[in-house]
DNA sequence: ATTGTGGCCTGCCCGC
DNA sequence: TGCGGGCAGGCCACAA
């Protein structure tokens, strides 16, 4: 298999942030929306533009996978990636291939611009278009970030719940940034099923829970993208685990196909 | 309220 | 060689 990137999830919109911020105090010039799909939140590009152009963005936050661009007095501008978004500015990409996404880049991807007044740009390129933009994104509707969440905001997400625990953890509004791919590589390294109750794990399996979120998160920042864990080689068919050699176990889990394995994640 | 399911989107990959 | 059906998963609407 070839070594691709993988879906946007935390470690990826992070750096998304990181070139976003080449982006900061320019002057925007226009907006281009050549996709009335990926605008979200009933905005169209009228508003948009009204809301943007002459203005400047000021900061690039991330929160989980939402990357919110601040502007010099107009609302914030919210991006998602969906599963095969990417950000350029300037003609640049921040990262490498995703994995699930075309290793090319074709301008007819590109659902959203903006240029601005010393003639660069910034574009969101998504082939599936299952990202989207919009203004003034309601944070309240996501739980902590899972790079800084303390011990008693992954206990509070979790407790009292009886849904798989991945299908927990990848619930953005209890938990945010978590995806797919991350959720594997974490449950993983902790030594848990992604089938457990969340709300059933001791003290002891919470603190190591935790640990193994936010260290992992910080973990596949440092290396570059979620799909760079010691889980990833092996999730696919005849995977084995890198820890104790037993075969891994395929399975749908809160929707989502997981990997796991089966003899030291209990 | 919580939890689960299906659909959206479309390029790519596999088998015929 | 072309074709068609699955597949991938973030997010949302909807059902029970």
Known sequence: ????????????????????????????????????????GGVDGKVLRRALIGHRFVSARRIGKLLVLETDGGPPLGIRFGMTGTLMV?????????????????????????????????????PRRLGGVLLD?????????????????LAAALRGSRAPLKARLLDQAR?????????????????????????SLSANELRRLHRNLVRTVEDLIDRGGSHLGDLMVERQPGGRCPRDGAPLTRSTVGGRTSWWCPRHQV
């Open 1 to 40: 298999m070839a070594t691709l990137g993988s879906v946007p999830e935390l470690p990826e919109v992070e750096s998304y942030r990181r070139l976003a911020e080449s982006a900061l105090f320019r002057t925007v010039r226009s907006i281009v929306t050549p996709d009335a799909w990926f605008l979200k």
């Open 90 to 126: 300037d003609g640049a990409a921040a990262v490498g291939e995703l994995r699930y996404a075309p290793r090319r880049h074709d301008p007819k991807w590109d659902r959203w611009s903006a240029r601005f007044d010393d003639g660069g740009t910034l574009v969101v390129s998504d």
């Open 137 to 153: 994104p309601d944070l309240s509707l996501l739980g902590p970030d899972s790079a800084t969440i303390t011990g008693s905001q």
């Open 175 to 199: 938990v945010a940034g978590v995806g797919n791919l991350m959720a594997d590589e974490v449950l993983w390294r902790a030594g848990l099923s992604p089938l457990r109750p969340a709300g």
